[in-house]
C-alpha cells in the first residue's frame, strides 16, 4: 500500500481519505450556512409582488430594485445613520476593549487582595439584575441621558462575559513575564500595554468583534432613550422604515379606494431583505480580518499539546 510523505511524516491512504471526508463535510456545511444569505440577496432584488406568489428563491424573481430605492429614498437620512453606528461602534469597541482589558488584568493578579471579592461582584450580576424599569430610571433620570448618544454607548460598554474570556487568556499569561518587568522598572500600566496586550492578540479580537457586534446590531437603546431621528443608529432607523411602511399599508386597507390597491405594492418582503443586506454587509467585510484571531479566543481554555 503507498504512502505519501508530508513534512517528513509517513502519512497513509486511511489519513488521506479521512482528509478528504472532513473537508467535503466542512464544504458541504458551509454551503448550507450560505444558502440563508443567497436567498436574502435573491430577494432584496426580487419583486413584491414575485415574492408573495411564488415565495423565496436562490434566484432574483422578476428582478427589481424597488427595495433599495425604498431604502436609499433620502440617501443622506440613511448615511448619517451610518455614520452614528460607525462612530458609536467605533467609539465603543475601543473604550470597552480598553475597560474590560484593564479589568481582567486587575483580576487575574494573584498579588490583588480584593480579587475574589470583586470577581464575586462581576458575576452575581450575571445571575440577578436590576431590570428593565430601574436601568430606565438610572439612564433617562438619574444621569440625564435621555436622547444623547451616550445613551447608546454606555449600556453596552461593559460585558461580564467578555470580561471572563479576557482574563482566562490573561491568566494563562507565566508571572515571570510580570515579574520580569517589573524587575525592569515597568509601571503597571506599561506592563499591560508593552507585555500582556501584545500576547493577548486573539482575546482582543474575539471580544473586540463581539462588542462591535452588540453596538452594531443595536436598536434597543435607541427605542427606549432617543427621541430625535437625527441620533437614530442604522438599526433602529430601518426598524422604524419597516414599521412605518406596515403601518401605513394596514391604513390605506382600512380606508379601501384605489389608493389601496397601490399602497399593497409596496415592498415589505423584498425591503426586509434589502435591509438586510445593507445592515449586515460591512460586519461580513470585517470578520474575515479577525477570524484568525477569532476562532483563537473562543477556543481558551482546550487542552493544548
Known sequence: MRKHRTGGAVIGPDVIVLHILAYTI????????????LMVLAGSFSSEEAILANGFSLLPQDFSLQAYATVFKDPMVVVKAYITTILLTLSGTALGLFLQTMT???????DFEWRNGFSFFFYFTTLFSGGLVPTYVLVSRTLNLRDSYLALLLPLLFSVYNLLVMKSYISAIPDSLIDAARIDGCGEFRTLFKIVMPLIKPALATVGLLIALA?????????????SEDKYPLQYFLYQKINNIEAYKKLIALNGGSAAAAAMNLPTQTLKMALTIVVTGPI?????????????GITIGAVKG
Open 26 to 37: 466542512c464544504t458541504l456545511f458551509a454551503l448550507f450556512c450560505l444558502l440563508p444569505f
Open 104 to 110: 481582567a488584568y486587575v483580576l487575574s493578579r494573584k
Open 284 to 296: 461580513i467585510l470585517a470578520f474575515p480580518i479577525v477570524q484568525k484571531y477569532f476562532v483563537q
Open 215 to 227: 453596538y452594531w446590531n443595536d436598536w434597543y437603546q435607541a427605542m427606549l432613550y432617543i427621541k
